[in-house]
């Protein structure tokens, strides 16, 4: 395995950043060293999300349809209930827990936070909270990170003690993303030793369900076809962009891969990446951001969907990568077409757009976006990387991918200003 040299890695893309930008990256890189964290921090071990009170059967089951995850565990402690899921396709990948209030009208940081956005307050306990990275020793960390700033959640007056346990600390929600970042020195794996709360069992009907839509995706081949998350991307402010990820470098072992600027969009997409470059046993982190500002746009009159975005949801994940094995599932069928079709005619998925991308010979992305999760507000991307293509996009796929996204994200009120849909 090959690792990249973070301090000699020259960033890809032609997405102009500051000499701040720049002098602040190469200073991250020297003081992961200096401090310890660039030997203490392994890969993201676990993604996190909440959804609202009577949703997570739901959510379980459209994660089981569409993606390689399947419920494993569950967990109840003062204020929710934790379902543990794991990739059954690819081990050694990131664990996915899902966070259920047990009171609808439980709220908490994240909540106070969705009620602030026209397209959030409808599910005002739904949100992707962040992920969790592994580490060497859970309090060296923290002391580090601690000494650079970064300020933890308070075991005493966090309400969901998942965030806070003798296992798993979380970071305070970031002021930059609002995402947070747990560490943990346990293994994440044995959902038993983390100490999750109180085991609770689905009943049998809930098993049932859960395991007829295993066999529905078994049957139709799709299953096999899924590997896991190749990648998070996030939505911020054109102001953030550098911040998020600087933010982002200071808090992770990634380093920053490089930024495309897509001009027709008036945004860029900006990627980090773990040094040995196996985004399935640590998937990428993308941030999205505008160019110009929205209040300056007027100015320009360039398209905004990314600031726009931010504006209705918040700062938050826009979508889930799952990666498809790179193939053929019969000659000329790709297998992120067959999956597509399968789920769309039989398991009745709803997408946003057409597959973009041409799989020739040359190496190239195949994508496409289904429409966002009624339970998880996430849009699920479907990529298969043709030819070992190593990139995270094309310009003319995110282009073709975003414009299709932009119309299921606008606000569905009147009078608030742009971004309204209908008359
Ligand atoms: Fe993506």
Redesign the pocket.
């Known amino acids: 395995m090959t690792l990249t040299d973070p301090l000699h890695y020259a960033p890809k893309g032609d997405k102009a950043n500051s000499a701040y930008f720049n002098e602040y990256r190469v200073k991250i890189y020297e003081r992961r060293i200096k401090s310890g964290l660039a030997d203490l921090l392994g890969n993201m071990c676990g993604l996190v999300i909440q959804v609202q009170t009577g949703d997570a059967l739901a959510y379980l089951k459209e994660l089981c349809i569409m993606t390689p995850y399947r419920y494993s565990k569950s967990y109840i402690n003062n204020t929710h209930k934790i379902y543990c899921l794991v990739n059954s396709n690819t081990p050694n990948t990131p664990v996915f827990f899902v966070l259920e209030p047990l009171a609808f009208d439980f709220a908490d940081q994240l909540t106070y936070v969705n009620k602030m956005y026209v397209n959030s307050q409808e599910k005002p306990n739904a949100r992707y909270v962040g992920e969790i990275f592994s580490t060497k020793d859970r309090n060296e960390t923290k002391k580090i990170l601690l000494s650079h700033e970064i300020r933890f959640q308070d075991p005493d007056s966090i309400q969901n003690k998942f965030y806070s346990n003798k296992h798993i600390e979380f970071t305070q929600m970031s002021n930059i993303s609002l995402n947070s970042l747990g560490y943990t020195d346990s293994n994440i794996y044995d959902f038993d030793s983390l100490e999750l709360g109180e085991e609770f069992h689905l009943s049998p009907t809930e098993k049932k369900a859960l395991e007829e839509v295993d066999q529905f995706t078994q049957e139709h081949q799709i299953k096999p076809l899924l590997k896991g998350v190749d990648?998070t991307?996030s939505r911020v402010l054109a102001g953030e962009r550098e911040d998020a990820i600087l933010e982002w470098l200071c808090l992770s072992n990634y380093y920053f891969w490089g930024a495309y600027d897509v001009k027709d969009l008036n945004s860029s997409t900006n990627a980090s990446r773990i040094t040995h470059g196996n985004d399935i046993l640590s998937p990428a982190k993308?941030f999205t951001a505008n160019n110009t500002p929205f209040m300056v746009n007027s100015f320009e009159n360039l398209p905004m969907p990314t600031e726009n975005f931010v504006r209705n949801y918040g700062r938050r994940l826009h979508?889930l990568?799952i990666e498809v094995m790179d193939g053929e599932y019969q000659k000329g069928t790709k297998n992120i077409d067959f999956v597509l079709k399968k789920l769309t005619d039989d398991a009745h998925i709803p997408f946003l757009s057409q597959i973009y991308g041409e799989c020739k010979d040359e190496p190239n992305l195949r994508?496409v976006f289904s429409k966002h999760s009624a339970f998880s507000i996430l849009i699920t991307?479907y990529?298969e990387r043709c030819n070992d293509f190593k990139g995270?996009?094309t310009k003319s796929n995110v282009f073709a991918l975003t414009t299709a996204a932009e119309s299921d994200e606008q606000i569905k009120t009147h009078h608030i200003g742009q971004g309204v849909v209908g008359d």
């Open positions: 990648h991307a993308v979508h990568a994508q991307e990529i995270f996009f």
